[in-house]
């Protein structure tokens, strides 16, 4: 699933390509996606200029200048590729990846965004602006991992008030911190030297406050690479992200630890998968 960094690549790509282009239709063949129904979207969306983009936690919104916003969620497989007459034969559309088009952002100057989800799960609504941050998955949301305001004291308070979890459960928690998702968690427990499976309760400060900068340090490297691709995402420009040849130990059950050789562990935890190295991470 795409998490914040991919999210925020999305996101940062699409301001430099769509903002200030008038939206000229809308196309889906998977209207079951698409919120409040397809003539609902075309009518509240289609005539209306971009005036730019932004992230609130995993959403993708699209802010135009008739008081409505497109938003966005990528789910598990989703992802957005924009296209204009000039790379119409780019090599990367040819990827399997991106060729499972379910919804279409038509612009007037022919270019579009199209929206490539394997397993169908992504959504894409229309409102009024002024009630984006009243839409229930994103008014759940806790503060975002990236933000300002996640400062030292605030995780330090969160974690304080959820001391008999199990920190890798707390990590994914969106209505705490929003942002992170299953590779993230791993690999920021790692840095930080934290098994996935300990109970906050019994994490010293000193590793609170690294577990902190690490978060910080994986998200914006992440971020700085274009997201992680170990299946299904693709930037706007159908390429894949940078940070998967990074990961020390997100996916990499059986393999060596890239630091002390010791093999990394996978564990579930509910229904989701945890890496770790037992040496490394204590």
């Not at 991919?6 to 063949?29: C, M, N, P, Y």
Request: aromatic share 8%.
């Amino acid at each position: 699933m795409p998490e914040l960094p991919e999210v925020q690549t999305v996101v940062s790509q699409l301001a430099k390509k769509i903002t200030s282009k008038r939206i000229a239709g809308f196309w889906s063949d998977w209207e079951k996606q698409v919120k409040p129904g397809l003539k609902g979207l075309t009518k509240r969306a289609v005539g209306g200029t971009v005036l730019g983009t932004r992230r609130i936690g995993k959403h993708i919104i699209i802010n135009l200048n008739n008081y409505h916003s497109l938003i966005i969620h990528l789910k598990m497989s989703g992802h957005l590729l924009y296209k204009e007459p000039s790379n119409k034969d780019a090599k990367e559309w040819q990827d399997p990846m991106n060729r499972f088009i379910h919804h279409r952002i038509e612009f007037a100057d022919g270019s579009q965004v199209d929206f490539s989800d394997l397993r169908k799960f992504g959504w894409i609504d229309c409102v009024a602006t002024d009630q984006v941050e009243m839409l229930k998955s994103i008014a759940l949301l806790g503060v975002d991992a990236l933000a300002d305001e996640c400062t030292l004291d605030a995780f330090l308070q969160l974690l304080k008030n959820s001391q008999q979890k199990r920190i890798a459960a707390f990590l994914l928690e969106q209505e705490k911190i929003a942002g992170i998702g299953n590779i993230y968690r791993s690999e920021m427990l790692y840095r930080a030297g934290i098994r996935p499976l300990r109970f906050i309760r019994k994490i010293t400060k000193t590793e609170r406050a690294r577990l902190f900068q690490s978060m910080k340090d994986v998200l914006r490297e992440a971020v700085r690479l274009r997201g992680t691709t170990n299946g299904d995402f693709r930037d706007t420009a159908g390429k894949p992200g940078g940070f998967q040849k990074t990961l020390f130990v997100y996916g990499r059950e059986g393999l060596p630890c890239k630091r002390c050789d010791t093999i990394v562990i996978r564990k579930k935890l509910g229904q989701r998968s945890l890496f770790y190295c037992p040496i490394c991470q204590k």
